[in-house]
């Protein structure tokens, strides 16, 4: 890996974490195809430009994700690197009866099945590793546990706290797009760090109200993920997608309002979009989908973009930004 502008913190049980890093979910067909050598292309794109933390799960294309980044990291020294995956789910074969997975080109004919047991967990985690060709993945999320609550509390959090102690992964934490349910893990579980995709952005900032509190005053870090809200503000049109889908007409107007300040003081509003979370002094990295070299290139200037104050007084003059969101 080269240097790079992107900061190193330290601030999940210790490890040297990039305020950038590449998130995985475009390898498994989130949207469009990726090939595996263009998945290897961005992974070691990232890799030279700095970005040294990887996030990716079991869910993402029923493995495949995990299978494309295990293979681009083939010849990387894992020293340099922070992984994380998640756990919760282990991938089965279908049933010979079950109509065949169609759910992307050349899907296997695998499901994820629930498995928030002690031995759920430990097979989730050792089944990530052989995709990933690793010995070792340094943070492990619980991943959605949104109908499982009670599963973690009483089996899942006890059976990562076993493996963090074992000293199997270095951090623990859940992995969720919403924050009232992971603020109730960190007010009730030691938890190293949360994960949370699409709650905390420039367009939506409710995770001020429960989750970022209390991360604040428990000392438990926060990784920010879908920094763009699936795709949202990335590109504020018609076509684009919020939480996964057709965004509503009027979050649409919202995120071409901010674009519109963006654009007035020169700043590409991807560079607003992923350096607005770290300003809250409880995140610690934002994870962002690539899926070409291209897109590392222009996520990593994006990143590394001046933003002057005024644009962020601005958006709070407009409406746009909560008043109490640091920036």
């Known amino acids: 890996m080269s240097d790079s502008s992107i900061p190193t913190v330290e601030g999940v049980a210790g490890l040297p974490l990039t305020q950038l890093g590449l998130g995985t979910a475009t390898f498994g067909w989130l949207y469009e195809p990726v090939s595996a050598s263009q998945a290897a292309a961005t992974v070691h794109r990232a890799l030279e430009l700095g970005i040294n933390y990887l996030d990716t799960a079991p869910a993402y294309g029923l493995g495949a994700a995990e299978s494309k980044t ?54 989730s985690l050792e089944d990530s590793l052989v995709r990933l060709g690793l010995d070792r993945v340094e943070i492990a999320y619980i991943h959605d546990p949104d109908d499982n609550e009670q599963d973690v509390y009483d089996t899942a959090f006890p059976a990562l706290a076993r493996l963090r102690d074992e000293g199997t992964v270095r951090a623990i934490g859940v992995g969720m797009n919403q924050s009232a349910m992971p603020a109730r893990f960190v007010e009730r579980l030691d938890l190293d760090v949360v994960l949370m995709a699409g709650r905390y952005t420039l367009l939506e900032q409710g995770a001020l109200d429960d989750l970022l ?25 018609k076509s684009a997608h919020y939480n996964y889908g057709p965004a509503p007409s009027a979050l649409l107007h919202k995120a071409q309002a901010i674009h519109r300040v963006c654009a007035s003081h020169g700043v590409p509003i991807t560079a607003a979009a992923l350096q607005f979370p770290l300003g809250h002094p409880s995140v610690v990295s934002v994870l962002a989908g690539m899926r070409t070299p291209a897109e590392v290139e222009h996520n990593v200037a994006a990143f590394s973009t001046d933003i002057p104050e005024e644009l962020w007084k601005e958006l709070r003059a407009e409406g746009l930004l909560r008043p109490g969101a640091p920036a």
Not at 84 to 111: C, D, F, H, I, M
Not at 115 to 120: F, K, L, V
């Open 213 to 237: 509190p209390m991360c604040l005053a428990r000392g438990t870090r926060v990784v920010i993920g879908g920094p763009f809200n699936s795709g949202l503000l990335a590109s504020p049109t």
């Open 70 to 123: 295990g293979a681009a990291l083939h010849d990387v020294d894992p020293g340099q690197l922070v992984v994380s995956t998640k756990v919760g789910r282990v991938l089965e074969p279908l049933p010979a009866t079950a109509a065949q997975n169609e759910a992307y080109p050349g899907a296997p004919q695998l499901q994820a099945v629930d498995a928030w047991t002690e031995d759920g967990i430990r097979r």
